[in-house]
């Protein structure tokens, strides 16, 4: 079994080299080659995956017993969901999806969503249902490196797609420092609770599994585009 800073330093290696940042689609994306129309292809099926994440989150709290963990754990679906229908990150996903000139209603109907990223994202929910408590949170540690793609992607949109405004970036902007919160929570509990060789490797196994889940999607927007 690995100590917490050697466990630490498994899990970020594990995730740093398969997370979608380095995805063929996602570079050219930040070197500004993608076109009006594949930035709305991302736009719309990423939508789909924004909306799975407050269901995996709700699995997530009823598999807990600890209302510690329920207290610490519940805000991310507010952050999501909002306090309306006006408020939190899908809103806020809707709101980007009007400024690349997509329809606001037929994006959150999910109409055009690529079969591929339903299954990808379905999969996503599957696994956190189908885990136990510490190995769904470890699936989520993805967190731990959204922080630095938020901020690349931020920069990468004003200078490459300055005409979608900046208003429209602020589900981006709001995950900074959200995504850092969420991944030094995830990480905390993964630490304490990860407390067999057996059950370190699970959740190794369940962060990959994630980054997997990243990647298809991105697979499925490149043969698509």
């Known amino acids: 079994m690995m100590d917490a800073e050697a466990f630490t330093a498994r899990l970020v290696e594990e995730g740093?080299?398969?997370?979608?940042?380095?995805?063929?689609?996602?570079?050219?994306?930040?070197?500004?080659?993608?076109?009006?129309?594949?930035?709305?292809?991302?736009?719309?099926?990423?939508?789909?995956?924004?909306?799975?994440?407050?269901?995996?989150?709700?699995?997530?709290?009823?598999?807990?017993?600890?209302?510690?963990?329920?207290?610490?754990?519940?805000?991310?679906?507010?952050?999501?969901?909002?306090?309306?229908?006006?408020?939190?990150?899908?809103?806020?996903?809707l709101n980007l999806a009007e400024a690349v000139g997509l329809d606001r209603e037929k994006t959150a109907a999910f109409g055009n969503v690529l079969p591929g990223v339903r299954f990808a994202c379905d999969a996503y929910v599957d696994l956190v249902r189908q885990s136990p408590l510490l190995v769904a949170v470890a699936s989520s540690l993805t967190e731990l490196f959204a922080p630095d793609l938020m901020s690349a992607r931020i920069a990468a949109w004003e200078k490459h797609y300055p005409w979608v405004g900046g208003e429209a970036l602020a589900y981006f902007r709001g995950r900074v420092t959200r995504a850092r919160r969420d991944g030094d929570e995830g990480l905390d509990f993964v630490l304490r609770n990860a407390a067999t060789d057996s059950l370190q490797a699970a959740c190794i196994a369940a962060l990959h599994r994630k980054t997997q889940v990243l990647w298809h999607l991105l697979d499925c927007l490149t043969l698509a585009g």
């Not at 997370?19 to 009006?36: C, E, K, T, V």
């Open 16 to 93: 740093a080299a398969h997370y979608h940042d380095q995805h063929p689609f996602h570079q050219r994306m930040h070197r500004g080659d993608l076109s009006n129309r594949q930035l709305q292809l991302w736009v719309e099926n990423r939508y789909y995956y924004q909306a799975r994440i407050p269901i995996k989150d709700a699995i997530i709290l009823s598999k807990s017993e600890d209302a510690a963990f329920r207290r610490m754990w519940i805000h991310r679906l507010q952050d999501h969901d909002g306090a309306d229908a006006n408020s939190g990150g899908l809103a806020q996903w």
